[in-house]
């Protein structure tokens, strides 16, 4: 402590000592200027004797200082002052660099932010190691994983014993409308038992989880909402537990507030809603509805679990061969729900940020090694009025230091930035939060590695360089530059090559994002408003009152100016929710499990015609498709394909939803999945005939096609529906358009992400290669002024720098291709079938390369070839 | 001019050397730094020549140690200068450093004048 004490007043005391030893040196040289006077010198040549015999005045009061303890503290804090204004004497090189550092530091923190929240970081659930789901899956018939029915949920878990807890939930979120709290609103609901809760282990915010008395059918009317719902309704969770809200008219009781973070099953849900196993549900075990979520017994590997849940499925499967003939079960981790699309992007992303990090080194390698090159000079001259060797090894590490902070400090802010844009890319199936946080160890991890390159290239050189002091250095530059050439070569031809790759990359993206967009959905989805209504199910079970709905609500869209067509269909095209069931022919596929699934729409008249989807046989539904009238159904071009390929389909007879119906018309083929998949067949049936099937298939979505501009009409209708029914809200109002072009926004996502990361490459190398060439041109200038002196033509100097860089960028452009091509091929998954090898790609990333390297050498290269010969030979006087 | 510039003649200080030659120096009286290295190049013949590089920082651990202390003082010759003497404590350590340091003698001389 005393020390300390020491040290502190030795650092307010550090000008007195300094003016002292300043003042002692004085007397000494004046007594001994006196001695040699005494014998005999003159008084100048006295004083000169004696200064020459002294030694270094400087280096002896800064190591007389050094004796005392403040020395550390404060000279680095002299070290930084100084380091500060040697940076700033040069700003366009610190800007340059601070940049560089910024870019990559930044580019790379966020980017591994996401790939840490997304592929990395454990789920935030209690031991997520030991959580799985249970699937069922149809090897043989290519089905790796789809929901189970709930018969068979519960023999799974009546049977098995590898789970401590196994959970239920629904596979898809159901839209609710919640109303008695101001105005309606539609909110997506998850449908879970008490054994998803106690199998994540997760705590409510406020209130209590789901309990096996809730699970019981006729259990009282209880719900769990989120906790942004209950602060949205009631200004806290605390606040919401015991109040009652209005799902679907019906009142429900807030039981419990799930925390922010919870995200189970996935993002959207906002209510749960206990799953109640009702003798409907339980009827059939080809009702493909549930997925499961269990905790694996601390004791039991997740291979032991898989042996068990085997013997199950055999059992299963001869005890109900009917439905179950082919079923196996599959038990993944949680972890593993991700698709390998989204792990792919998510890594795509990350080798692009580490791309850039490395030609951010690079680059920043290059600019420093020219400065400390550039500042051998100054060094020697440092060197040669006294500095000593570890004080300019520290000054030199300083600068470096102060570099590595302020490039720190942008990338910080780059990454605070760019993390959530990224965030846009995690997948909405996965159950985490939106928007990871900054990873500091990422952050940390970035800036040491631009820190090291820093002083690797920045302070090791100088120092280096003065280590062997170079004598020349003190009277030029001219050769200083040699040494470092071959590397400094090198390191262009890694930027260069970097920046090929990222452009291959990103090019690929970019024409996958053409060809998706250029895909013909197979109908027309400019001019069509879409709106969604609830039909809440007590209210609108009986097929009446959703007949009088539907033509109240069409009669009087129809009628509404600018207006052509209107229809309600069962979800709308690109909505995943749209149920998909096999299709059976009698004498031709008879087993459920092997005839061709379709996706079912239950629709009113003029659907086809709102969306200008073609009958190419037969006819539409019409009015006098009612419920008791003969059963109908209309298939697209593609079904009819593999029923009866080649035949005629009218007229033939059909099994879905639960009844035989009879083909009266053929559609064209359209894409209702999602843009990029063509595979699922279509089967519509008219609306009035939904007969035994669930209310979840009767239509909700209105379509409406206008003239002009159909948002103009959506105050219209919604009007319009709450004249027909004043409880019903109006949900989703969008453009048609813009759903089908949201399909393609994680892809322009994607694109942008890696778009932006070439840009920056491009940049980067730009930058490199003319930094390179500039202080190969200043170093050579003496050298180029003797030439053109002794007649050597401009043109020539000229080309012999532009040919310099151009040699870099060829080697660069040779290394980088087949790397492009390496990692094409990795990402080939997301390219929508466009070609890795794509050569009209790979020409454009080699040509922007070419014109990048050529453009970088030609301001230097001019430069060098308009050097005045007179001025530089003075130069080198 | 004097040749004992000439590194090659010159004694290297072992470590710690000069701290002791300076204790021993201001035995004598209070003195500046100009005078004590007169005195050692005096009294050692000439084969020690004080390097002012080494002489100041060499004081400056005397005084952080409080083995010494400084005072301004008008030399006889009129001149200001920093006068050392020694603190009862540097007289001590002067003692323990010089029969270290004879001792140290004794045995290099001893192992070096051995016959081959």
Redesign the interface.
Known sequence: MGAWWSKLAGLFRRKAVDDELRAEMDAHLEMEADAHRDRGLSAEAARAAAARGFGNRTRIRESSRDAWAFEPIESVLRDVRYGLRVLRRSPAFTITAVAVIGLGVGANTASFTLLDHVLVRPLPFAAPERLVMLYESQPANGIPRTQTSPPNFVDWRAASKSFDVMGGYFSILFAVNLSGTGEPQRLDSAIVNAGVFEALGVQPAAGRVFTADDDRVGGADVVIISSALATGLFGGPERAVGQRINLDNQAQTIVGVMPAEFAFPSRGAQIWRPLRFSPALMASRSNHVLYAVARLRPDVSIDRARAEMSVIADRLRRAYPKDNARTEIAVARLRDMLSPQSRLLVLAMFGGAVCLLLIACTNLANLLLARALARAQEIAVRVAIGAGRARIARQLLVESLLLGAAGGAVGLLLAAIATPLLARLVPIALPVGATPAIDWRVFAFAAALTLATCVAFGAAPAYQSYRAPDLNALRSRSRAGRRTGVMRGALVVAEVAGTVVLLVAAGLLVKALWRVQAVDPGFRADGVLTLRTALPSPKYSGPPARASFYSRVLGAARALPGVTSAAYVSYQPMEPASGKMPVLVPGVFDDPLQAPSAIIHFITPGFFETLRVPIVHGRDFDDRDDEISPLVAVISQSLADRLWPAQDPLGRKLFAARAERTVVGVARSIRVRGIETAGDPQIYFPAAQLGTMSTYYAPKDLLVRVDGDPLVLAPSLTKIVHDADAAQAVADVRLLSDIVGAQTAPRRDQAAALGAFALLAFLLAAVGIHGLLSFTVSARAQEIGVRLALGAPRGRILAMFLRQGCVLGVVGIAAAVPLAYAAARGMSALLFGVNPADPAIYASAVLVAAVMTVVGSFSPAFRASSIDPNTTMRMAE | MPTV?DLSERIEFLQGTLEVLILRSLALGPN???GISLFLKQESDHQFLV???SL??A???L??RKWIV?QWKT?P?A????YYRLTPAGRKQLAVATSKWQRFVQAMGRVLALRT
């Open positions: 510039d500046h730094a100009y390097d002012n590089g100041y920082p004081l400056q651990r005084l952080q400084g030399s010759n001149r200001r200068a920093r």
